[in-house]
C-alpha cells in the first residue's frame, strides 16, 4: 500500500493517481474532478475546437462525470479500508463527521426497515445488532484475537456463529488447521488418522472438520465473495437475511445480511394460555408463552388427586403421599403416589415344587418359578448327562471343557469346571463395527472407533450420532412429544415421521355445579358450551354475607354481591354503609412485557377484595391547642391541628411558640428557643451573649478584649469583665504597658513618665549644659529652665583681648610678606624693561648668572613662605587655644 502523503486528495473526493499519472506535469485544469463534498467542477472542462457537435460535448461531459464519481467511490472505499482513516487531517474532520454520520445512519435505517415495520418503528430489540453494525464503521474497533490487528472492511473475513467475532479467514484457516494438528497429536494414536474438531479462538464453540472455513462468504451466507458496497454494511450482501429464528418459531430473520444474533421474532401470533383455558391473545412470537394463572385441575397419572398448580404446560408429577403395598404383598408403606410400583427387597423364601429348597427371587408377583435342580442336569462342560435328584451335585467329568467363549470363535481349554469360562485373551486383528480401522487386539474386547455415525434415521428428525455405526442405525429411541391436536396431551409414541394419531382421550363437560355432564372428545372441551342445568345455584358465596340470591346454576362466576356491608369499621363502632366490596373487578396488567417490542394487550380484570372505606360519621373535636372545636370524621377521631400558631411561652421565658397548633406530649413538645440572646450588655461590652435565648441574667463576659496602650506601641488583652466594671483610674492602669513613654517633648528629650494617657507634660527635668559665649565657663540646669545665660568673666574678657591681639599680628605679618613678594616681583619686572640693544648680548651672560642668583632667592623665599606660614598659623591657633582655655 502506498503511504498516506503520496494517495493524493484522500477523502476529499479526489482520484487517485498510479506513478503514471503521477509523473506527468501539473495540469491547470481537471475536467471532471471532485470537489469536498463529492461536487463536480464541469466548468473546467477545456472548450471543445470549433465544430464540435453539442451531442459529442455532451458525451464528453458526461464520460468525465463518471469518472470523477468512480475515482470518489475508489477513494472512499481505499480510504475506509486502510489503517490510517483515523489520522485524515483535521481540516477535512468537521467538514464530514456529519455526513459520516447520517449515511451511517442510513444505512443502519436501510437494514432494520423490514423489522421496523413489524415493530411500528420500535428499534429497542436492534440495540445490540446496531452496536455490531455500528463497529463495523469504525476502524480499530474491531480487531482479530489471532493476530491482533484490526480487521479492515474490505478484508475477507469469517464470523463465528456462536459469539459472532469476526477474524481474519487465512487467520481462522490456520487456527482450525492447527488446532486439529494439536490435537491429534496428543491423542490419537494412529497420528493424523482421525478428524477432529476445532474451537472458535473466543468462545471455544467446537466445529466439525466440514465446516473449516474455505471461502469468504457474506454473513447470512448467500453471497461467496461480497463486493464492498458503501451504502451496505461491510462484509453484507444487502439481501434479507431468512435465518431461522432462535428459539425455533418457524419465522425466518427479517433485517438485512447483519452481523451478530438474530433479533427476536417481531410477528404477531394469537395464541392460548400454557393450560389452554383461556382464550388465544394477540402475543409477539418472541414471547408468546403466558400463563392465565388459573388452577390447572387435571387428573394426575396416579388417578386419584388433580394438579393445583397455576396455569403451565406439563404437569409434574404427584406431591402427595398414599399408603401403598409391595409387589409381593408383604408391606405397606407411605410413598409418593408418582411412583406406586415398589419392591420390599426380600427374598421371597415360598418353597419350591420340589419340596426341598425354597424360592430366591427378591419379592415378585404371581407364582414362583420350578425348582433349578428338578431337571435332568449335566456336568458343567455339558458333555455327560445324568438324572440325579435336586438334593445331589453333578461332579465334573474331567474332559476338556470345549465350550464356546463369550467371543463365539474360540473354546474354552480348561478342564470341565463349575462356574463361568474365563474371558477369551487371544490376540485377533479386529475390524471396527463400521469397517472403517482395523486393529491387533484381545479377542474379548469389541474395537469401536471413535467416529460418530452423521446419517438421520428413520424419523427423519435426528442424527445417529452413535458411535462407530455399521450403517443400520437403530430406529430413533427418543419419545415424539409433540403436542397432539387436542393440545392438552403429547404423543407418546417413539419418534416418528408423519403426523400423530388423534388424542384418544375423552373429556366431561360439566356445569358449574356438577349435576349436568356432557362427553366429549379430548380438545373439544374449550369450544363446547357447559350444559345448560335447571339446579338452583351451589357455589358458596365468596364474601362476608352467609348467603347469596338464589339465583340458578350459570357458567361462570357468579355476579358481585349487591347486599350492604354491614362490617364493623376498625377503631370504631359504626358500620359499613357502602355496598358489599369483598370481590370487586379491578384492571390489572397480568402479562408482563418482555421488551420494549412487546405491545401491550388489554387491560385484564381481576376480583380483589377492597378495603372498608374510613369511616366519615362527624365528631366535635378540640384542637391540640384548645383554639377551636371542629367536627371530625369518625376515622380521624382525635385531637387535632387548626394550623394557628401554638402560642404557649417557650423555656426561656422571653418568646413563644410558633410552630402550627400542636400536642404536647412526653416525646412531642414545643420547638426549642433558637434565637440569640437579645438582653442588653453591660455599658462599655461590645460582645453578645454566648448563650442561647435563656431566662435570668447573662453571666458576666468572660472573653478578652484586644485594644493599644495610651502610647499606641503594646496590643493589650483585658477581660471584659475588669474593664467594663473598673472605674476611670483602673481604667488607666489597664490601659497602661507600664513602659516608658515613648514621645518626645517639644525640647526634643523623651518624656520620662510610664505609659499614659493624654499629653505629656512640658517640665523636661533632664540636666542640660549652658556655656558661656566665649564657651570657656559652662554650667548645668534643667531643660525646663535652659533659657537662662551665663556671662564672661574677667578671665574670659583678657583671652579674649589676648587673641584679637594675636590673630592682628598674623594679619600684620601676612601683610608684610605679601609687600615683600609684590616688591620683589616689581624689581624682577623693572630689571627686565631695562636690558636693551647690543649691549644685551654682551652682557648676557653677566645678567644671566645676576638672574640665576635673584631666581634662586626668590624661590627660596616663596619655598620658605609655603612652609612658614601655615607652621606659623597653627602655632599661633595652639597658643590662643590655650589661652582661652586656661582658667
Request: hydrophobic share 20%.
Given at each position: 500500500?502506498?503511504?498516506?502523503?503520496?494517495?493524493?486528495?484522500?477523502?476529499?473526493?479526489?482520484?487517485?493517481?498510479?506513478?503514471?499519472?503521477?509523473?506527468?506535469?501539473?495540469?491547470?485544469?481537471?475536467?471532471?474532478?471532485?470537489?469536498?463534498?463529492?461536487?463536480?467542477?464541469?466548468?473546467?472542462?477545456?472548450?471543445?475546437?470549433?465544430?464540435?457537435?453539442?451531442?459529442?460535448?455532451?458525451?464528453?461531459?458526461?464520460?468525465?462525470?463518471?469518472?470523477?464519481?468512480?475515482?470518489?467511490?475508489?477513494?472512499?472505499?481505499?480510504?475506509?479500508?486502510?489503517?490510517?482513516?483515523?489520522?485524515?487531517?483535521?481540516?477535512?474532520?468537521?467538514?464530514?463527521?456529519?455526513?459520516?454520520?447520517?449515511?451511517?445512519?442510513?444505512?443502519?435505517?436501510?437494514?432494520?426497515?423490514?423489522?421496523?415495520?413489524?415493530?411500528?418503528?420500535?428499534?429497542?430489540?436492534?440495540?445490540?445488532?446496531?452496536?455490531?453494525?455500528?463497529?463495523?464503521?469504525?476502524?480499530?474497533?474491531?480487531?482479530?484475537?489471532?493476530?491482533?490487528?484490526?480487521?479492515?472492511?474490505?478484508?475477507?473475513?469469517?464470523?463465528?456463529?456462536?459469539?459472532?467475532?469476526?477474524?481474519?479467514?487465512?487467520?481462522?484457516?490456520?487456527?482450525?488447521?492447527?488446532?486439529?494438528?494439536?490435537?491429534?497429536?496428543?491423542?490419537?494414536?494412529?497420528?493424523?488418522?482421525?478428524?477432529?474438531?476445532?474451537?472458535?479462538?473466543?468462545?471455544?464453540?467446537?466445529?466439525?472438520?466440514?465446516?473449516?472455513?474455505?471461502?469468504?462468504?457474506?454473513?447470512?451466507?448467500?453471497?461467496?465473495?461480497?463486493?464492498?458496497?458503501?451504502?451496505?454494511?461491510?462484509?453484507?450482501?444487502?439481501?434479507?437475511?431468512?435465518?431461522?429464528?432462535?428459539?425455533?418459531?418457524?419465522?425466518?430473520?427479517?433485517?438485512?445480511?447483519?452481523?451478530?444474533?438474530?433479533?427476536?421474532?417481531?410477528?404477531?401470533?394469537?395464541?392460548?394460555?400454557?393450560?389452554?383455558?383461556?382464550?388465544?391473545?394477540?402475543?409477539?412470537?418472541?414471547?408468546?408463552?403466558?400463563?392465565?394463572?388459573?388452577?390447572?385441575?387435571?387428573?394426575?397419572?396416579?388417578?386419584?388427586?388433580?394438579?393445583?398448580?397455576?396455569?403451565?404446560?406439563?404437569?409434574?408429577?404427584?406431591?402427595?403421599?398414599?399408603?401403598?403395598?409391595?409387589?409381593?404383598?408383604?408391606?405397606?408403606?407411605?410413598?409418593?403416589?408418582?411412583?406406586?410400583?415398589?419392591?420390599?427387597?426380600?427374598?421371597?423364601?415360598?418353597?419350591?415344587?420340589?419340596?426341598?429348597?425354597?424360592?430366591?427371587?427378591?419379592?415378585?408377583?404371581?407364582?414362583?418359578?420350578?425348582?433349578?435342580?428338578?431337571?435332568?442336569?449335566?456336568?458343567?462342560?455339558?458333555?455327560?448327562?445324568?438324572?440325579?435328584?435336586?438334593?445331589?451335585?453333578?461332579?465334573?467329568?474331567?474332559?476338556?471343557?470345549?465350550?464356546?467363549?463369550?467371543?463365539?470363535?474360540?473354546?474354552?481349554?480348561?478342564?470341565?469346571?463349575?462356574?463361568?469360562?474365563?474371558?477369551?485373551?487371544?490376540?485377533?486383528?479386529?475390524?471396527?463395527?463400521?469397517?472403517?480401522?482395523?486393529?491387533?487386539?484381545?479377542?474379548?474386547?469389541?474395537?469401536?472407533?471413535?467416529?460418530?455415525?452423521?446419517?438421520?434415521?428413520?424419523?427423519?428428525?435426528?442424527?445417529?450420532?452413535?458411535?462407530?455405526?455399521?450403517?443400520?442405525?437403530?430406529?430413533?429411541?427418543?419419545?415424539?412429544?409433540?403436542?397432539?391436536?387436542?393440545?392438552?396431551?403429547?404423543?407418546?409414541?417413539?419418534?416418528?415421521?408423519?403426523?400423530?394419531?388423534?388424542?384418544?382421550?375423552?373429556?366431561?363437560?360439566?356445569?358449574?355445579?356438577?349435576?349436568?355432564?356432557?362427553?366429549?372428545?379430548?380438545?373439544?372441551?374449550?369450544?363446547?358450551?357447559?350444559?345448560?342445568?335447571?339446579?338452583?345455584?351451589?357455589?358458596?358465596?365468596?364474601?362476608?354475607?352467609?348467603?347469596?340470591?338464589t339465583h340458578r346454576c350459570h357458567p361462570g362466576p357468579c355476579?358481585?354481591?349487591?347486599?350492604?356491608?354491614?362490617?364493623?369499621?376498625?377503631?370504631?363502632?359504626?358500620?359499613?354503609?357502602?355496598?358489599?366490596?369483598?370481590?370487586?373487578?379491578?384492571?390489572?396488567?397480568?402479562?408482563?412485557?418482555?421488551?420494549?417490542?412487546?405491545?401491550?394487550?388489554?387491560?385484564?380484570?381481576?376480583?380483589?377484595?377492597?378495603?372498608?372505606?374510613?369511616?366519615?360519621?362527624?365528631?366535635?373535636?378540640?384542637c391540640f391547642g384548645e383554639h377551636e372545636v371542629s367536627p371530625?370524621?369518625?376515622?380521624?377521631?382525635?385531637?387535632?391541628?387548626?394550623?394557628?400558631?401554638?402560642?404557649?411561652?417557650?423555656?426561656?421565658?422571653?418568646?413563644?411558640?410558633?410552630?402550627?397548633?400542636?400536642?404536647?406530649?412526653?416525646?412531642?413538645?414545643?420547638?426549642?428557643?433558637?434565637?440569640?440572646?437579645?438582653?442588653?450588655?453591660?455599658?462599655?461590652?461590645?460582645?453578645?451573649?454566648?448563650?442561647?435565648?435563656?431566662?435570668?441574667?447573662?453571666?458576666?463576659?468572660?472573653?478578652?478584649?484586644?485594644?493599644?496602650?495610651?502610647?499606641?506601641?503594646?496590643?493589650?488583652?483585658?477581660?471584659?469583665?475588669?474593664?467594663?466594671?473598673?472605674?476611670?483610674?483602673?481604667?488607666?492602669?489597664?490601659?497602661?504597658?507600664?513602659?516608658?513613654?515613648?514621645?518626645?517633648?517639644?525640647?526634643?528629650?523623651?518624656?520620662?513618665?510610664?505609659?499614659?494617657?493624654?499629653?505629656?507634660?512640658?517640665?523636661?527635668?533632664?540636666?542640660?549644659?549652658?556655656?558661656?559665649?566665649?564657651?570657656?565657663?559652662?554650667?548645668?540646669?534643667?531643660?525646663?529652665?535652659?533659657?537662662?545665660?551665663?556671662?564672661?568673666?574677667?578671665?574670659?574678657?583678657?583671652?579674649?583681648?589676648?587673641?584679637?591681639?594675636?590673630?592682628?599680628?598674623?594679619?600684620?605679618?601676612?601683610?608684610?610678606?605679601?609687600?615683600?613678594?609684590?616688591?620683589?616681583?616689581?624689581?624682577?619686572?623693572?630689571?627686565?624693561?631695562?636690558?636693551?640693544?647690543?649691549?644685551?648680548?654682551?652682557?648676557?651672560?653677566?645678567?644671566?648668572?645676576?638672574?640665576?642668583?635673584?631666581?634662586?632667592?626668590?624661590?627660596?623665599?616663596?619655598?620658605?613662605?609655603?612652609?612658614?606660614?601655615?607652621?606659623?598659623?597653627?602655632?599661633?591657633?595652639?597658643?590662643?587655644?590655650?589661652?582661652?582655655?586656661?582658667?
Amino acid at each position: 500500500m502506498e503511504p498516506a502523503w503520496r494517495q493524493q486528495g484522500r477523502g476529499r473526493g479526489r482520484g487517485h493517481n498510479g506513478e503514471g499519472e503521477r509523473s506527468r506535469p501539473p495540469q491547470k485544469e481537471r475536467p471532471g474532478g471532485a470537489g469536498r463534498g463529492g461536487r463536480m467542477k464541469t466548468g473546467a472542462t477545456p472548450e471543445p475546437p470549433p465544430g464540435t457537435s453539442i451531442q459529442s460535448k455532451f458525451e464528453e461531459i458526461r464520460k468525465s462525470n463518471q469518472a470523477a464519481a468512480q475515482r470518489l467511490v475508489e477513494s472512499q472505499l481505499s480510504s475506509s479500508s486502510s489503517d490510517d482513516d483515523d489520522d485524515d487531517d483535521e481540516d477535512d474532520e468537521d467538514v464530514t463527521v456529519d455526513h459520516k454520520d447520517g449515511k451511517r445512519g442510513r444505512i443502519l435505517e436501510s437494514t432494520f426497515t423490514t423489522y421496523t415495520d413489524q415493530t411500528g418503528g420500535d428499534v429497542t430489540g436492534l440495540l445490540r445488532i446496531g452496536q455490531y453494525v455500528s463497529d463495523l464503521f469504525q476502524s480499530g474497533a474491531l480487531t482479530c484475537l489471532i493476530c491482533i490487528a484490526s480487521v479492515k472492511r474490505t478484508q475477507a473475513v469469517w464470523s463465528c456463529s456462536s459469539c459472532f467475532s469476526l477474524f481474519h479467514l487465512p487467520c481462522i484457516q490456520k487456527w482450525a488447521k492447527d488446532s486439529a494438528f494439536l490435537v491429534s497429536s496428543v491423542t490419537d494414536e494412529d497420528f493424523g488418522q482421525k478428524q477432529h474438531p476445532w474451537p472458535c479462538p473466543k468462545c471455544r464453540a467446537e466445529y466439525p472438520p466440514s465446516a473449516k472455513p474455505h471461502r469468504y462468504m457474506c454473513y447470512c451466507g448467500k453471497l461467496q465473495d461480497p463486493p464492498a458496497d458503501p451504502w451496505l454494511a461491510p462484509h453484507s450482501c444487502g439481501a434479507v437475511c431468512q435465518k431461522e429464528l432462535r428459539p425455533t418459531c418457524g419465522h425466518t430473520c427479517l433485517l438485512l445480511c447483519h452481523p451478530g444474533p438474530c433479533p427476536p421474532c417481531p410477528k404477531m401470533v394469537s395464541v392460548s394460555c400454557l393450560c389452554g383455558k383461556a382464550r388465544p391473545l394477540p402475543r409477539r412470537c418472541s414471547n408468546k408463552a403466558w400463563s392465565c394463572q388459573q388452577q390447572c385441575n387435571k387428573l394426575l397419572p396416579c388417578k386419584q388427586h388433580t394438579c393445583t398448580q397455576p396455569c403451565h404446560t406439563e404437569c409434574s408429577p404427584c406431591p402427595k403421599v398414599s399408603v401403598q403395598r409391595c409387589v409381593c404383598g408383604r408391606e405397606k408403606a407411605e410413598r409418593p403416589c408418582a411412583d406406586a410400583t415398589w419392591n420390599c427387597q426380600q427374598v421371597c423364601g415360598a418353597p419350591l415344587s420340589c419340596g426341598n429348597h425354597t424360592c430366591e427371587v427378591i419379592c415378585h408377583d404371581g407364582v414362583c418359578p420350578p425348582c433349578p435342580r428338578s431337571v435332568s442336569r449335566s456336568c458343567p462342560c455339558g458333555k455327560t448327562k445324568s438324572s440325579l435328584p435336586c438334593t445331589v451335585e453333578v461332579m465334573p467329568c474331567g474332559d476338556t471343557c470345549e465350550r464356546r467363549l463369550s467371543c463365539g470363535k474360540h473354546t474354552c481349554s480348561m478342564r470341565c469346571h463349575r462356574g463361568g469360562c474365563e474371558t477369551c485373551r487371544q490376540e485377533v486383528e479386529k475390524e471396527c463395527r463400521c469397517g472403517k480401522y482395523r486393529k491387533l487386539m484381545p479377542c474379548h474386547r469389541e474395537y469401536l472407533c471413535d467416529s460418530k455415525c452423521p446419517k438421520t434415521r428413520s424419523c427423519q428428525r435426528h442424527t445417529c450420532r452413535r458411535k462407530c455405526c455399521p450403517g443400520n442405525c437403530p430406529p430413533c429411541d427418543q419419545s415424539c412429544g409433540r403436542t397432539l391436536g387436542c393440545r392438552n396431551h403429547k404423543c407418546p409414541s417413539g419418534c416418528h415421521q408423519g403426523s400423530c394419531y388423534p388424542c384418544p382421550e375423552t373429556v366431561e363437560v360439566r356445569c358449574s355445579c356438577g349435576s349436568t355432564v356432557l362427553t366429549v372428545p379430548c380438545g373439544r372441551e374449550r369450544t363446547t358450551k357447559p350444559p345448560r342445568c335447571k339446579e338452583p345455584c351451589r357455589c358458596p358465596p365468596t364474601c362476608h354475607h352467609p348467603s347469596r340470591e338464589t339465583h340458578r346454576c350459570h357458567p361462570g362466576p357468579c355476579r358481585p354481591c349487591k347486599q350492604t356491608c354491614l362490617l364493623l369499621l376498625p377503631g370504631c363502632t359504626h358500620t359499613c354503609p357502602e355496598p358489599c366490596h369483598d370481590l370487586v373487578l379491578v384492571k390489572s396488567q397480568q402479562v408482563q412485557l418482555s421488551g420494549p417490542w412487546e405491545q401491550p394487550s388489554g387491560p385484564a380484570f381481576v376480583k380483589k377484595a377492597l378495603p372498608c372505606p374510613p369511616c366519615q360519621v362527624p365528631i366535635p373535636t378540640a384542637c391540640f391547642g384548645e383554639h377551636e372545636v371542629s367536627p371530625v370524621p369518625c376515622h380521624r377521631q382525635g385531637r387535632f391541628s387548626c394550623s394557628r400558631p401554638c402560642g404557649r411561652p417557650l423555656t426561656c421565658g422571653n418568646h413563644s411558640c410558633t410552630k402550627d397548633c400542636h400536642l404536647v406530649t412526653g416525646g412531642n413538645k414545643c420547638e426549642v428557643c433558637e434565637e440569640g440572646c437579645s438582653k442588653p450588655r453591660p455599658l462599655g461590652c461590645p460582645h453578645t451573649c454566648p448563650r442561647p435565648c435563656h431566662p435570668g441574667d447573662c453571666p458576666t463576659c468572660s472573653q478578652m478584649i484586644r485594644q493599644r496602650c495610651h502610647c499606641k506601641i503594646s496590643l493589650l488583652y483585658v477581660e471584659c469583665r475588669k474593664l467594663t466594671s473598673a472605674d476611670e483610674e483602673t481604667k488607666v492602669k489597664l490601659g497602661s504597658c507600664n513602659n516608658q513613654c515613648p514621645r518626645e517633648l517639644s525640647c526634643g528629650h523623651r518624656c520620662k513618665q510610664v505609659c499614659h494617657p493624654g499629653k505629656c507634660e512640658e517640665k523636661c527635668q533632664q540636666k542640660v549644659k549652658i556655656r558661656c559665649s566665649c564657651r570657656r565657663i559652662k554650667k548645668e540646669f534643667p531643660c525646663s529652665q535652659s533659657d537662662q545665660s551665663v556671662e564672661c568673666d574677667d578671665t574670659c574678657r583678657d583671652q579674649q583681648r589676648r587673641a584679637d591681639q594675636l590673630k592682628e599680628a598674623e594679619q600684620r605679618a601676612a601683610q608684610e610678606e605679601e609687600q615683600k613678594k609684590l616688591q620683589g616681583e616689581l624689581e624682577a619686572f623693572e630689571k627686565r624693561q631695562q636690558r636693551g640693544g647690543g649691549r644685551r648680548n654682551k652682557k648676557r651672560g653677566r645678567r644671566e648668572e645676576v638672574d640665576d642668583g635673584g631666581g634662586r632667592a626668590g624661590r627660596w623665599w616663596r619655598c620658605a613662605a609655603i612652609v612658614l606660614v601655615p607652621l606659623g598659623g597653627a602655632l599661633l591657633s595652639a597658643a590662643a587655644y590655650y589661652l582661652l582655655t586656661t582658667p
